[in-house]
């Protein structure tokens, strides 16, 4: 099997590139250098020319903050970047695994989130990846919409701000009235790799939303906590409320998304993040 993924250079690409190939699953992992997802005319060239049984869109505009400024890029990489690979996959009936997020939700939700509520986005970043959401729907035939919440592993994540922040401060303060499902990078690949393979099954008939992250639920004072325990040198954590903590783009209060479509349909079962984080810091 031939897969071509996108935004090969961030969390979820680089995971895919290191976990497919012992499954013995051809990668073509193209960074942003390589294709760029707003260049409709370069994605649709691509995708013809090299032909894969499956296309992995792991690319994305993730800086949720900046993106309160830099609107047309967000939109641009999420919704317009999503829509012309969804074009060119649609054009060679090509399944598209596209990622998505748990803050197209406004958190409002007093339980774990399905694949069927609302959507209702509070920030620039949140819009642009539901629009991206709604305009694969709209033009794919085969699609996989996978939405992912917290991920870590990777170069840039909560994880490895609290490592970089502990070794200039004695005291944190963490935001403890957000809940969310820490999702490790590796899990999410593990994840798509496997719908890719079941996608290609003859019959395969589930197309649509599904949602994957980490259990148990946990808020970003309560990950810190964890992180920490596994780590020789501990700051003092001091849990905070949303509003102490001011950044320009909001953040959904519930972030909690149930996965038992994913496991029904799929066998894929919830990841324990603890788990995964033992694994990445060694402990
Ligand atoms: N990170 C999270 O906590 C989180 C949570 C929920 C859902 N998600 C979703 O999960 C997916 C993967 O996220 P991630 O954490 O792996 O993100 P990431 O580490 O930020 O990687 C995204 C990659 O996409 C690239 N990219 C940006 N614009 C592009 C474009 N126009 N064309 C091609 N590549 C482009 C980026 O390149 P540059 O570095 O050069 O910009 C980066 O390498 C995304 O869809 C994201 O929305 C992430």
């Known amino acids: 099997m031939k897969i071509l993924v996108t935004g090969a250079g961030g969390q979820v690409g680089q995971a895919l590139q290191k976990l497919a190939p012992p499954h013995g699953i051809d990668i073509v992992a193209l960074d942003r250098q390589a294709l760029d997802i707003t260049d409709k005319s370069a994605v649709r060239e691509r995708v013809r020319d090299l032909s894969p049984d499956v296309v992995i869109n792991a690319a994305a505009y993730t800086a949720v ?13 999420n919704a317009e970047g999503a829509e012309n690979l969804a074009l060119a996959c649609a054009a060679g009936d090509i399944p598209l695994l596209h990622i998505s997020t748990d803050f197209v939700f406004d958190g409002k ?9 609302a959507v209702a986005p509070l920030s620039v970043y949140g819009k642009s990846k539901a ?17 992912t919440a917290w991920v870590f592993g990777g170069a840039q994540n909560f994880v490895n701000t609290m490592l970089r922040l502990a070794k200039s401060h004695k ?3 963490i935001v403890d009235d957000q809940t969310g499902g820490p ?7 593990a994840s ?11 019959g395969f008939q589930s197309w649509g939303t599904f949602h994957y992250c980490g259990a148990p639920a946990i808020t970003w004072y309560g990950f810190a906590k964890a992180i920490f325990a596994r780590c020789p040198e501990v700051p003092k954590l001091n849990p905070i409320p949303t509003e102490d903590y001011p950044v320009p783009a909001e953040r959904p209060k519930n972030s909690v998304l149930d996965c038992s479509k994913i496991s029904r349909v799929f066998g894929i079962d919830q990841p324990d993040w603890q788990k995964a984080l033992s694994g990445l810091l060694g402990q």
């Open 65 to 77: 903050d900046k993106a309160e400024e830099e609107i047309d890029a967000a939109f641009a990489a």
């Open 183 to 189: 999702t490790a990078a590796d899990d999410i690949a």
């Open 192 to 202: 798509l790799l496997k719908i890719a393979k079941d996608v290609q099954e003859t």
């Open 171 to 173: 005291e944190l303060n």
């Open 109 to 117: 939700k007093a339980g774990a989130y399905l694949e069927e509520d």
């Open 131 to 147: 629009e991206g959401e709604a305009r694969v729907a709209s033009v794919s035939h085969k699609y996989i919409i996978l939405r």
